[in-house]
């Protein structure tokens, strides 16, 4: 993205993270470059097993090691290289400057304790606030992310709130420290369609409201189109196309963009037949040789076999990683 | 006709705490009418907790409801005996969400698929070469390869072909598929629509297509059937629920839905429905809808709308 350049956030350059098992090494991460610029929304997109959650622990170093091992990279985060930090120099970028939101708020809110004391004690962890105006804080920040009757949910536990409202606690702690990078997993997955709708409309009132930038990781084409406005593609470890928005959907180049892309329905539209993608993403433990793509896609030449082809650049922020197009 | 249901209803009743003994009635199904006629695709859809897979467990006869029939080729199925009810069984199966759970992982694929052909009683001649052309049937080839591995050695997307495998083992007339393909990959789910579509078609199987997502049912069903709350608000044909949906609850979903193009998602008014679906323990009185309804008046909160035909759809508001 030669353009943003000097407006670049977050910029992750050759990163190799690996899972070593009994079984064998797993490249789930593989050499993978993206940039993330200051108030944008960028989604990362791909089917599961294709490293895109693992993507996004190995930037904030989340995966636990071992098994996992960041081999090589840099992640560039405001000038400074986040690998390199020290666990504790991390701890002040992690939850303040760069929070992240899961998939699934049960699994990440801890059952036993209050939804106030939770958000609280990451105020408290990052911000000079006294233990007097915590409280304040948190219910404004609840009632930021439109949870009715804040006051009395700070003294909620978890178990009490439904799927939606749980997200958007996890949303509110996500935000409570004025974050400039957020990353969210998956946040609407779990949820119903009506409740989905609730969330998306806050997620994008968010990123119009403040100076934010968003990493957004999900299958949902639908959700991305609406969101993001620059997209990387991801398939087994490796980055193969990324683009705008408006050229992905419209102009995508990789055979595996546009077998997402069929493969994706719409409300809109009543289609006969799908012509998706044949066969499943690769073990990736034992990954095909050249053009990882090259077992599901329709136009494989013998070059895709042998070698894995470089990504290469279409227009000013098109690139793609496919022999068809050299 | 082949699958007729005549004001079901089906209520839990629970304890309120465990000390208790005031009892409280969580009303999951609360008098529906479904006709499903051979040889279609029926789609039901709604938000969790509406009520779909009752229905879907109600029409095979997999539980009871407090009260209404059900009639599968003219015979009443809880009125039926035991041994004609096992005889009707076999033509009616059903396909569920995950394929992890569906599938018992101590049984090898032989067994699990051998299981139908004897339950009821069709276990003669080469049962596997019958196994072998299923599998292959529903895409896992080579199958001897495949035929006795156990579930854990599939993917996801494999295991629903064996879920579909065993559900089309006997070549039922109905099939009810509840949720078959959320759990999958969307390159996957394609794949087993396609699957599903293609047998269906050969094998002249009916399908009841339970969903949450309104954008997998449009492109796979010829009838909608939308609910909220244990009960039916809308029901047509699946062009006109696209084009011209009548319930407010209907137009909610649909503009909820996100829409995989960039052009037509930015910008546009969508219908924002407040708060969270109510409790099946406290149903609001009146309409069901009207606690989140944006176009709720006076009538809404008192009475109750009916089921009624308005143009080429059924549909129970007090608007129409």
Redesign the interface.
């Known amino acids: 993205m030669e353009s943003t350049q000097g407006n670049e956030l977050l910029s992750v350059k050759n990163l190799k993270t690996y899972f070593y098992l009994s079984q064998g090494q797993v490249k789930a991460v593989d050499g993978i470059d993206l940039s993330i610029p200051r108030q944008k929304a960028v989604g990362l997109v791909g089917e599961s097993g294709c490293g895109k959650s693992a993507t996004a622990l190995s930037i904030v170093r989340l995966l636990p090691s071992p098994p996992s091992k960041i081999l090589d990279g840099k992640v560039l985060f405001k000038g400074k290289d986040l690998l390199k930090l020290s666990e504790k120099e991390l701890r002040e970028i992690r939850g303040k400057e760069i929070s992240i939101v899961f998939q699934d708020p049960m699994t990440f809110l801890n059952p036993v304790l209050k939804i106030g004391d939770q958000i609280g004690e990451t105020i408290l962890e990052h911000q000079p606030v006294k233990k007097g105006e915590v409280k304040r804080k948190i219910v404004e920040l609840l009632e930021h992310v439109g949870i009715p009757g804040a006051q009395d949910v700070v003294e909620y536990y978890p178990h009490q709130l439904s799927g939606g409202m749980r997200q958007r606690v996890l949303i509110a702690m996500a935000l409570s420290c004025n974050p400039s990078l957020v990353i969210m997993d998956e946040p609407t997955t779990a949820l119903d369609v009506t409740i989905q709708r609730q969330i998306l409309e806050l997620i994008k009132r968010l990123i119009e409201d403040s100076d934010m930038s968003l990493m957004l990781i999900t299958h949902d084409l639908g959700v991305v189109a609406e969101i993001c406005d620059y997209i990387y593609i991801m398939y087994a470890g490796r980055i193969v196309e990324h683009a705008d928005v408006y050229t992905i959907f419209e102009a995508a180049r990789h055979p595996y963009t546009r077998g997402l892309l069929a493969s994706a329905l719409s409300i809109e539209e009543h289609r006969e037949e799908l012509v998706g993608l044949d066969g499943s993403v690769p073990d990736l433990m034992a990954p095909p040789s050249g053009c990882k793509f090259h077992p599901r896609c329709s136009n494989a030449k013998d070059v895709c076999w042998e070698e894995e082809p470089p990504l290469v650049q279409l227009e000013s922020s098109h690139f793609v990683r496919c022999w068809l197009e050299r | 006709m082949l699958v007729k249901a005549t004001g079901l209803k089906k209520h839990y009743t629970i304890q309120k705490g465990f000390f208790s003994n005031e009892k409280r009635v969580v009303h999951a199904l609360d008098g529906v009418d479904i006709e499903i006629n051979e040889h279609e695709t029926v789609g039901l859809v709604g938000?969790?907790g509406c009520g779909k897979s009752t229905v879907g467990r109600l029409l095979i006869g997999l539980i009871k409801p407090t009260s209404g029939t059900v009639q599968f080729m003219g015979s009443d199925i809880f009125e039926l005996e035991k041994d004609e009810l096992n005889k009707i069984r076999k033509d009616m199966q059903i396909i569920f969400q995950d394929p992890y759970a569906s599938l018992n992982p101590r049984k090898t694929v032989r067994q699990i698929l051998s299981r139908p052909f004897i339950v009821h009683n069709r276990a003669q001649g080469d049962m596997e070469g019958t196994i072998l052309d299923l599998l292959e049937e529903v895409g896992i080839s080579p199958a001897h390869r495949y035929i006795d591995r156990y579930p854990h050695e599939f993917?996801g997307?494999?295991k629903q072909r064996v879920a579909i495998a065993r559900a089309l083992a006997l070549q039922p007339k109905f099939v009810v598929a509840d949720e078959a393909v959320s759990a999958l990959?969307?390159?996957?789910?394609?794949?087993i629509?396609?699957l599903m579509?293609e047998l269906g078609d050969k094998f002249g199987t009916t399908f009841l297509f339970i969903s949450?997502?309104?954008?997998?049912v449009?492109?796979f069903c010829d009838k909608i059937i939308v609910m909220y709350l244990g009960k039916i608000v809308e029901s047509t044909d699946?062009?006109t629920l696209?084009t011209s949906p009548l319930h407010p609850y209907t137009k909610?979903?649909?503009?909820?839905?996100?829409?995989?193009?960039?052009?037509?998602?930015?910008g546009s008014k969508?219908i924002?429905?407040?708060?969270?679906?109510p409790s099946p323990i406290d149903i609001p009185v009146g309409c069901r809808f009207n606690t989140r309804c944006p176009y709720a008046f006076d009538k809404c909160r008192e009475e109750e709308p009916i089921l009624r035909k308005k143009g080429e759809s059924c549909v129970a508001c007090h608007l129409y």
Do not use: C
């Open positions: 938000e969790s993917s997307g494999q990959d969307i390159s996957i789910r394609a794949q629509l396609n579509k949450h997502d309104l954008s997998v449009r492109s699946v062009e696209f909610a979903l649909l503009s909820a839905t996100p829409i995989p193009n960039p052009r037509s998602t930015r969508r924002i429905l407040v708060g969270d679906v």
